[in-house]
C-alpha cells in the first residue's frame, strides 16, 4: 500500500540551529515527493519537490532535500531556523495519477 | 496572477444539511484536486477533476460529490452531514492532469454541529 511515515510528530528547536524532518514513503513505482508546509488555519505552500535527477533538491526559504531510494526517504533539511519557520511540515508522495498521499505532519516549534 | 481561490472561509452547518464549497483554480490550470484535512491530521484525497469529469476518487463515501465547468472551477458538494465531515476542505490545482505540481488554495473550515 502506499503511505507515508512522518515519525516526528512534534520537534522544537533553537533559532539558529539546524534542523531535519524525517520522511519515509512506500510507493511501488518511481515515487514524485514533496514537502509542503502550513503554517495555522492556512492552506498548504510548496516547499520543494523532486520528481528526477539529481537527488537533492533546493528549494524556497533556504530548504532542502535529500532522496535516498535504498532508504525510502525523503528529509528535509535547512541549516539555520528563523522564528518565522515555526509551522507544520508535510511530506507527500504521488505518481504518475498525481493523487497525493500525505503523512500525518511535523509540528515545528522554534525557541528563542 | 491569482492563485487558488476558494469561497466560504468558513462554514457551519448542523447535521444532515448539505454544504457547498468552492473553487477557482490558479490561471492556465485545468485539474481541481480537493483534500480534506481532519483536525491534528495530513490532508486526505477526495477526488479530482479533470475536463469536466471526475478522474480519481479517493476512499469517501457517495455523500461526497463535486463537478467542474467550463471554466476549470469546481464545486464539492457533501450530502447528509456528519459530525466526523467537520475539517479543513482543501482545493489544489495543477496543469494537464499529469504529474504537475499542484497549489493548493487556503481552504474552506468547515464545521458541523
Known amino acids: 500500500a502506499q503511505s507515508v511515515t512522518q515519525p516526528d510528530i512534534h520537534i522544537t528547536v533553537s533559532e539558529g540551529a539546524s534542523l531535519e524532518l524525517r520522511c519515509n514513503y512506500s510507493?511501488?513505482?518511481?515515487?514524485?515527493l514533496f514537502w509542503y508546509v502550513q503554517s495555522p488555519g492556512q492552506g498548504l505552500q510548496l516547499l520543494l519537490k523532486?520528481?528526477?535527477?539529481?537527488?537533492l533538491v533546493q528549494g524556497i526559504k533556504g530548504f532542502e532535500a535529500e532522496f535516498k531510494r535504498s532508504q525510502s526517504s525523503f528529509n528535509l533539511r535547512k541549516p539555520s531556523v528563523h522564528w518565522s519557520d515555526a509551522a507544520e511540515y508535510f511530506c507527500a508522495v504521488a505518481g504518475a495519477t498525481n493523487k497525493l498521499i500525505f503523512g500525518t505532519g511535523t509540528l515545528l516549534a522554534v525557541q528563542p | 496572477d491569482a492563485g487558488v481561490t476558494q469561497s466560504p472561509t468558513h462554514l457551519i452547518k448542523t447535521r444532515g444539511q448539505q454544504v457547498t464549497l468552492r473553487c477557482s483554480p490558479k490561471?492556465?490550470?485545468?485539474?481541481v484536486s480537493w483534500y480534506q484535512q481532519a483536525l491534528g491530521q495530513g490532508p486526505q484525497f477526495i477526488f479530482q477533476y479533470y475536463e469536466e469529469e471526475e478522474r480519481q476518487r479517493g476512499n469517501f463515501p457517495d455523500r461526497f460529490s463535486g463537478h467542474q465547468f467550463p471554466n476549470y472551477s469546481s464545486e464539492l458538494n457533501v450530502n447528509a452531514l456528519l459530525l466526523g465531515d467537520s475539517a479543513l476542505y482543501l482545493c489544489?490545482?495543477?496543469?494537464?492532469?499529469?504529474?504537475?505540481?499542484?497549489?493548493f488554495g487556503p481552504g474552506t473550515r468547515l464545521l458541523v454541529l
Open positions: 510507493y511501488g513505482a518511481t515515487p514524485y
Open positions: 489544489a490545482s495543477s496543469m494537464n492532469l499529469g504529474s504537475e505540481t499542484q497549489y
Open positions: 523532486y520528481f528526477s535527477g539529481d537527488t
Open positions: 490561471s492556465g490550470h485545468d485539474t
